[in-house]
Nanobody, 126 residues
Framework: QVQLVESGGGLVQVGDSLRLSCAAS????????MGWFRQAPGKEREFVAG????????GYADSVKGRFTISRDNAKNTVYLQMNSLTPEDTAVYYC???????????????????WGQGTQVTVSS
């Protein structure tokens, strides 16, 4: 089993930046595609960003393209989400997720992920 723990959330102002981290347990981290999702109050959970096993391939939701960057450090069993130019629409609980996938695949669909973290709150003041 894979255990995921998010960190780095907090309260920021419009235009600010924040970096989220997700630490994974186990020795097979490099075998998993990783993703970030978010859920705002009253809304459904939505895909934010995904990264392939090696970190070479990434995918982003249209709403965050050009502002967010997903990356991973397999030696540290950690995936990151760098968030820039934050807006109130980015306010949500952010979750990381893991799922086995072929080497080059970016997993874009939430139901395909097997393992989820508990989430970290990001609040962007208007």
């Amino acid at each position: 089993q894979v255990q995921l723990v998010e960190s780095g959330g907090g309260l920021v102002q419009v235009g600010d930046s924040l970096r989220l981290s997700c630490a994974a347990s186990g020795r097979t981290f490099s075998a998993y595609a990783m993703g970030w999702f978010r859920q705002a109050p009253g809304k459904e959970r939505e895909f934010v960003a995904g990264v392939s096993r090696s970190g070479d391939n990434t995918g982003y939701a249209d709403s965050v393209k050009g502002r967010f960057t997903i990356s991973r450090d397999n030696a540290k069993n950690t995936v990151y989400l760098q968030m820039n130019s934050l807006t109130p629409e980015d306010t949500a609980v952010y979750y990381c997720a893991a799922d086995w996938a072929p080497e080059t695949v970016v997993v874009l669909t939430g139901p395909l992920y097997k393992y989820w973290g508990q989430g970290t709150q990001v609040t962007v003041s208007s």
